[in-house]
């Protein structure tokens, strides 16, 4: 399967590129000297100069006052208002009923398929909404409303209404600082949060600074959870509407096959590194009455907001690898994934959680009945703009030297933590050889690249390669397209995982720099193969008896693609 990819090793030595193969990077320098000069004036006019040795110096590692970063934002007086309460508590639901009576808004998740929920929510209302995440746009037209992934916040517009859902992501070590970019930085009347109670202290002192009204609401949840007395025990007593978590590939595929081996359920299956659109329809199969998959093994990918049709979570361990060690899983973690049980207003409106072991039992009754610990700080990372008028006063165009500097150097409020950028900091000490302009530098090092997946890596190697020498990549010089197969190993399943997170990765750049990755077609059609093929693995993995309703493989993927995708197969 990795043949598709013809991946070459990384040369040191590259030429000089010329500037004008680069299309539009010239406009975009000009752009940003305009942009940098207006920045100037800006923390000119709020910010104090400190005099060196006759020369007027500016200390770009200053974070403390995150913001005034957003002067659209600062502009207005915003309305905050703060829906607080535990899971499946209709937190979200007030908050979107809001956002649907607005002239304009705004809808930002921490999950792409939060996001596609909020944006078919919307749209079947007859209220026109766009969905943008990092790699998809879809653009309906006349709207006035988008429901985007929260790295894609837009900080430049002005709404009358924005939603940001779990807010108490403020927190995360990799991800916080985009909460924190929306929270501070979104330009509306009405900012409506939606998160765990832990989050207030936090959010109303940061938002002591910056003039908005802030009023909070708590919630309280609609329907009853219930800590089982008796764990699982034997896959025998395994029911339609159950869901069991598990946190690795391998125990998911495990899991799965046990439960079909016994005859009588089928199961989706959701985990973070299966592409996003098999997990809309794995969760969607789910869901519908009359799929005969009636019972779900996830991975905590299903912990955040989702209305899943869950009756009971089963947890097969209480303990996680959380990509440094194995760890308990920790109180907010085990309310958020014990929450999808019983959702108010579906087919199981009473929710129940169990373990499969009893000694399991202790830490999850314990873990539901404590309220989540008060969140302290939040994530923070400088803006481009700030790392580049670093640059220009240290003249360096390594931008793996700037994070560090940042890393080492920044001043922050009480209330926020720098950003872990490890990802960034792989990414950038690969991308420093290349002969690139700061900003494609920054570009890459924020691509959703895995630099732990080899060939995710590599991936990101030869585009950015190809992109600095020759100013335009074409996806064929790297992959063929028709040699995709269904995978029959669960090496070659992982394999296709990794593939799909460079087609991924592909169209995220073409999103960006539209004239340099031309082939972004095509990378959709292959990307759109890649999870049919995971899709019909998943299919046949564990399956004893051939159902009637299942039409024959390659009739079944020509009914979900396009004419277009066809071509390709
Ligand atoms: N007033 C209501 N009328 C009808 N349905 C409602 C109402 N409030 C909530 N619901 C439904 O209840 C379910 C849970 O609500 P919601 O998703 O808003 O909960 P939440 O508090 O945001 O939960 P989580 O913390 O898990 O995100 C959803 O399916 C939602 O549509
Ligand atoms: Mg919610």
Redesign the pocket.
């Known amino acids: 399967m990795a043949s598709s990819f013809l991946l070459r090793r990384r040369v040191s030595s590259l030429g000089v590129v010329s500037r004008s193969l680069h299309g539009n990077m010239e406009h975009r320098w000009l752009r940003l000297e305009s942009r940098v000069e207006a920045l100037v004036t800006l923390f000119g006019a709020t910010r104090k100069f400190s005099s060196g040795t006759g020369t007027t110096k500016f200390d770009f590692t200053d974070l403390t006052r995150p913001h005034t970063w957003y002067p659209n934002a600062r502009r207005k007086h915003r309305k905050v208002i703060l ?1 607080m ?12 009923k809001q956002l649907q009576s607005s002239s304009s808004g705004i809808y930002c998740g921490p999950l792409r398929l939060l996001a596609w929920e909020v944006a078919k929510r919307l749209n079947k209302a007859k209220v026109p909404c766009d969905l943008i995440t990092g790699q998809e746009r879809e653009e309906v037209d006349g709207a006035k409303h988008k429901a985007v992934t929260v790295e894609m916040a837009d900080v430049t517009s002005d709404y009358q209404c924005a939603v940001i ?2 807010i108490q992501m403020l927190g995360c070590r990799t991800r916080g600082f985009s909460f924190t970019r929306a929270l501070l930085g979104i330009s509306a009347d009405e900012l409506h949060l ?3 109670p832990a989050a207030v202290p936090l959010i109303q002192e940061m938002l002591r600074v910056t003039g908005d009204e802030v009023e909070v609401q708590f ?1 309280e ?3 009853p959870l219930v800590p089982m007395k008796v764990p699982l025990g034997s896959f025998s007593n395994i029911q339609t509407g159950d869901c069991i978590v598990t946190f690795s590939r391998c125990n998911i595929y495990r899991l799965k096959r046990e439960i079909e081996n016994g005859g009588k359920h089928l199961c989706s299956v959701v985990y973070g590194s299966l592409p996003p659109e098999t997990r809309t329809r794995q969760a969607t199969m789910f869901n519908d009455a009359s799929s005969d998959f009636d019972v779900l093994v996830a991975s905590d990918a299903i912990g ?4 899943l049709n869950i009756s009971r979570i089963i947890f097969s361990t209480m303990k996680k690898f959380d990509g440094i060690e194995m760890r308990d899983l920790m109180v907010p973690e085990i309310k ?1 994934i014990a ?2 049980a019983g ?4 087919k199981f409106p009473v929710g129940k959680v169990t373990c499969i072991d009893a000694e399991d039992l202790s830490l999850l009754h314990s873990s539901l009945e404590s309220p989540s610990p008060t969140l302290e700080l939040a994530g923070l990372f400088p803006t481009f703009d700030l790392m580049y008028m670093y640059s220009l006063v240290h003249p360096t165009n390594s931008l793996h030297q700037i994070l560090e500097h940042f890393l080492d150097n920044a001043k922050l409020s009480e209330n926020y933590f720098i950003a872990d950028c490890e990802e960034m900091l792989k990414v950038a000490a690969v991308i420093d050889e290349l002969p690139l302009g700061l900003h494609d530098k920054y570009l890459f090092c924020i691509s959703p690249v895995d630099m732990d997946d080899e060939i995710s890596s590599q991936g990101l190697t030869q585009f950015a390669q190809n992109y600095a020498n020759k100013g335009i990549v074409r996806l064929r010089e790297i992959f063929t397209p028709g040699t995709l197969q269904v995978p029959k190993t669960q090496t070659a399943l992982k394999e296709l995982e990794s593939i799909h997170k460079v087609l991924d990765l592909y169209v995220w750049l073409s999103f960006r720099l539209e004239d340099s990755f031309p082939d972004h077609e095509l990378a959709s059609s292959q990307k759109a193969i890649c999870s049919l093929l995971i899709e019909e693995f998943l299919e046949r993995l564990g399956w004893q008896k051939p159902r009637g309703r299942r039409l024959p493989s390659r009739a079944r993927m020509n009914s979900l693609l396009s004419k277009d995708v066809r071509q390709h197969l």
């Open positions: 829906h309460g535990p899971t499946n508590s209709g937190k979200t639901h007030n908050a979107l859902d779990e939606c998160g765990d919630y949840r609609l329907s955040m907001g989702l209305n958020q929450g999808r959702r108010y207003g579906s």
